[in-house]
């Protein structure tokens, strides 16, 4: 076969001729206007995804007696779902240490103050060293708005039971603030369980936000009280308040997770309509035992202390390295990093992707080292 | 200062194979990259129990082993394809268009295509065994053209490859109408259109039809651990090498000299690398834009003739139930309004208008994608306008819901599946994701669209005119290949290679 559109065969021929030169006269022909350097969707995602930055503590609320609001000023204005996470930095010693916490506050303060704030739990090195030096005015260095324990409008049930445990009330409490502003739209019944009534954090202000689309229901474990269900959140309770049409997001403790699992189980939900939100993970109980680790962050090379029950990220961030932090449950994998040589325990369900574990890499977050360790990893984001 | 003989900047499919050209090359090469994964689009992510493929549909060109494509023969040669496990894809396409009545899963194979396609349409064989011819012309002309590097002696060219030259002028349409394409079996052999980003009017036959007879005459494949697989284990060449790549840092200027040519880099947080030599794997609107303190007028003004391709938008999920209980027949469908491409190019410039997609089940290809009794999808659109440019931060994650939910109900009522009530996780990506994790000007994932004027052919013979600053090349969908995963390869390759030839010029 041979070609031909035009009557004469040559003139298919001459206008291929002529690409190059009509090519050439439309790139030289257009204006030369400077070139953007930003464009609208980056300026939407600015505020959605800020990346780490500095923010100031500008108040700081007792709660509890052993719990606290802490409200930063950020740089510029933010805008997350309710139920996400922030991590919060700060240099402690020779430490660059930090934790994530699930943002208290709404969406839309956020967006239109630049304020968030985090309820944070004496407990463990960071919230601890929060809980007890944290003061107005320090610096602390914030990340992205992160997580997916968030409502999802084509997931999700219409009602969310939500089932929180001490400090795990705070993405409740964004939600349900969110529903009040109406920067989100589902119904949420909240079982809080706590030991005592004064361990109930945020009470007055979780009864002033009730209304038709938010209930929160209290529940007692070590104090008998007219006014309380009491014991711990069961299928039956969260039958009897939201019914059994529900989506089942918790936050709290393992020991909640581990009650409430067998409970939700009589509900027949299945994983779809069951979400939890992540702890981070803690030391492991082994004997303690001391190993090197040299970590490689582009052309420099650290060499490190690591012990053999706490996770790589933990000697990497005692040691004052700027690495990346986020989640510290093995399961965003913004610590993505290459392991040269060593042996190494992956604290609960390994999370990497497939191809991860074939070429060696791991999350540092969540992995153990069981020898001496070499390690690639990202330069991390905390600005100095 | 540190000095390297070439910088790459940003590790997408591009660049990752220009920094192995650079090593093979034997040039000292640092690859820095903003993101703290390498890949650019070619990755993945975890969602629950799912690891979700962030971008590739199938692999063009890569065909297996005994019936290898150019993928494969550049993968053999960068010595990569055997870190790599690889899966087949059972069908070439089921395209859907309700409207117009169509409904036709088309097969891999020549023969089969053909016969599918009388099937379809009777009386259409001489006319597709046509269009193959033509395009197997094409693609012997194409690689004659890379073999001389894009120079070539015009005279032989007309002798040797004579229909190519006389259709390479042509948009998909004029060519298919000159052959006398029936209309119904153009609309089936147009389906791929939405895999280029430009209309059937815009398109280039040479490299639409380059593109349709290698995907069918050799099949395409897909990595089993996701395209992060194929990132990974191009990383790992890299070292191998002896390459460095820097993750999580970003290149935020391109120093010049007095002769306006590379000199270095600059990094966020102010490090100075000193090299002559960068393969920028990203647009000149982003390096002419705000990476270089003197750009030159000739560059600008180029940058400004190009006009973006479709701003990406991809919705993942994560399914309870096997895809033989979802109803979920195929691996990949076309779901169009209108097979008239340019009056769908029209209504895929509204978030409220565009309702095309192009949908995977990955375990059509490869079962054990995702947990047994589970099926994993992404359904993917593209706007052919910044639309999302006027979605706020408030309204975005309702304007994310309602696409979403767009996608889902024009699935279940095209192919009579039912998937809303199974999922178990959802993720969506839209061009504000594409914008912040790969940097493009409106969340763009096509490169510059392949327009009447600025198709293939053009492109690929203009590379040393596009060479404006001296040191400074480009990879990726916005060269001289164009988009997609097996182009981006591919410009890396002649980027790379060009470099190398840069840098012993210079001795």
Request: proline share 4%.
């Amino acid at each position: 076969m041979k070609f031909k559109r035009q009557i004469f065969g040559f003139m298919d021929l001459l206008r291929f001729k002529k690409m190059v030169p009509l090519r050439a006269k439309k790139l030289a022909e257009a204006p030369a206007t400077p070139l953007p350097t930003s464009y609208r969707v980056d300026r939407t995602v600015k505020i959605l995804h800020p990346g780490m930055q500095q923010a100031e503590l500008t108040e700081i609320r007792q709660e509890t007696p052993d719990m606290k609001t802490f409200t930063f000023r950020l740089s510029g204005k933010m805008m997350f779902r309710a139920g996400e996470y922030v991590t919060v930095g700060h240099k402690i010693g020779d430490s660059l240490a930090s934790r994530p916490y699930a943002i208290a506050s709404s969406p839309l303060t956020a967006l239109e103050k630049g304020e968030i704030s985090v309820g944070i739990k004496k407990a463990g090195f960071f919230s601890g060293w929060m809980f007890d030096n944290a003061k107005t005015g320090d610096k602390f260095f914030i990340g992205d708005p992160s997580g997916f324990f968030h409502y999802d409008g084509v997931r999700d049930r219409a009602v969310v039971a939500g089932i929180a445990g001490g400090s795990g009330v705070t993405p409740f409490l964004s939600m349900a603030r969110a529903i009040a502003e109406g920067s989100e739209d589902f119904s949420l019944v909240l079982f809080y369980g706590a030991r005592t009534e004064k361990d109930l954090a945020y009470k007055e202000e979780l009864d002033k936000l009730c209304s038709d689309k938010f209930k929160v229901v209290y529940v007692l474990s070590d104090e008998k009280n007219e006014k309380y269900e009491s014991g711990f959140v069961t299928a039956e309770l969260v039958e009897k308040y939201a019914g059994k049409d529900v989506s089942v997001f918790m936050c709290g403790p393992q020991a909640m997770f581990d009650f409430a699992d067998k409970e939700m189980a009589k509900l027949d939900l299945g994983g779809k309509y069951v979400r939890k939100e992540s702890n981070c993970v803690a030391a492991r109980d082994v004997a303690p035992t001391q190993y090197k680790l040299r970590v490689h962050i582009r052309d420099e090379v650290f060499e490190v202390n690591a012990d053999a029950r706490e996770t790589l990220l933990t000697a990497m961030e005692r040691a004052g390295l700027n690495v990346p932090a986020k989640c510290r449950a093995g399961g965003c994998g913004y610590c993505h990093s290459r392991l040269i040589s060593g042996k190494y325990t992956i604290a609960g369900a390994d999370k990497r992707r497939v191809a991860d574990a074939k070429f060696g890499f791991i999350h540092p977050c969540c992995t153990y080292p069981d020898s001496d360790v070499e390690l690639e990893v990202p330069a991390g984001e905390i600005p100095q | 200062m540190d000095k390297y003989d070439a910088v790459v900047i940003g590790a997408g499919n591009g660049g990752m194979v220009a920094a192995i050209r650079l090593l093979q090359g034997g040039a000292k090469v640092l690859l820095v990259e903003k993101h703290n994964l390498p890949g650019g689009f070619a990755t993945s992510f975890r969602r629950g129990r799912f690891e979700f493929e962030a971008s590739l549909h199938e692999l063009n060109d890569f065909g297996p082993k005994e019936n290898g494509g150019d993928v494969r023969a550049l993968f053999d040669e960068l010595g990569v394809t055997d870190k790599i496990e690889w899966t087949p894809i059972p069908d070439a396409y089921r395209l859907i268009c309700k409207s117009e009545g169509l409904d036709a899963l088309m097969p891999f194979g020549k023969q089969a295509y053909i016969n599918a396609m009388e099937k379809q349409v009777p009386g259409s064989r001489k006319a597709t065994e046509a269009f193959f011819e033509l395009a197997e012309q094409t693609r012997a002309a194409q690689a004659y053209t890379s073999s001389k590097n894009g120079v070539v002696d015009s005279s032989y060219m007309v002798k040797n490859h004579g229909n190519y030259v006389r259709t390479g002028s042509y948009s998909v349409n004029e060519v298919l109408d000159s052959i006398k394409m029936p209309d119904k079996a153009k609309r089936i052999l147009n389906a791929y259109w939405c895999y280029l980003g430009a209309h059937c009017d815009d398109l280039s036959f040479s490299h639409y039809a380059s593109m349709v007879v290698r995907y069918i005459t050799r099949g395409a494949m897909m990595p089993k651990g996701r395209s992060h697989e194929i990132s990974l284990a191009l990383c790992e060449r890299i070292r191998e090498l002896g390459g460095e790549i820097w993750f999580n840092t970003e290149a935020e200027k391109i120093l010049t000299g007095a002769d306006g040519g590379v000199e270095g880099v600059t990094l966020k947080g102010g490090r100075q690398i000193k090299t002559r030599h960068v393969i920028a794997n990203c647009s000149p609107h982003v390096v002419y834009g705000r990476m270089m303190d003197k750009v030159p007028e000739r560059a600008v003004r180029a940058a400004n003739a190009r006009k973006f391709a479709g701003r990406g938008f991809c919705m993942f999920l994560g399914l309870n139930k096997s895809a033989d209980e979802l109803g979920i027949e195929n691996h990949n469908y076309f779901l169009y309004d209108t097979m008239d491409s340019v009056r769908q190019y029209e209504l895929m410039k509204s978030i409220d208008t565009n309702r095309v997609q192009a949908t995977v089940c990955l375990n059509r290809a490869y079962p054990q994608c995702s947990p047994a009794g589970t099926a994993m999808m992404y359904f993917t659109t593209l706007y052919m306008s910044d639309a999302w440019g006027e979605v706020t931060a408030r309204d975005y994650a309702k304007t994310k819901e309602k696409v979403a939910n767009i996608m889902i109900d024009r699935f279940e009522s095209d192919t009579g599946s039912r998937i809303r009530e199974s999922i178990e996780e959802i993720a969506v990506a839209t061009p504000l994701t594409y914008a912040r994790y790969c940097g493009h000007p409106e969340g763009g994932i096509y490169g510059y669209e392949s327009q009447y004027w600025d198709g293939l052919n053009p492109r690929l013979q203009m590379m040393e005119h596009d060479h404006i600053t001296r040191g400074l090349r480009f990879a990726g969908g916005y060269s001289m290949r164009l988009s997609g995963y097996s182009s981006a390869y591919f410009s890396g390759d002649i980027t790379g290679r060009q470099t190398v030839g840069d840098i012993k010029k210079e001795g």
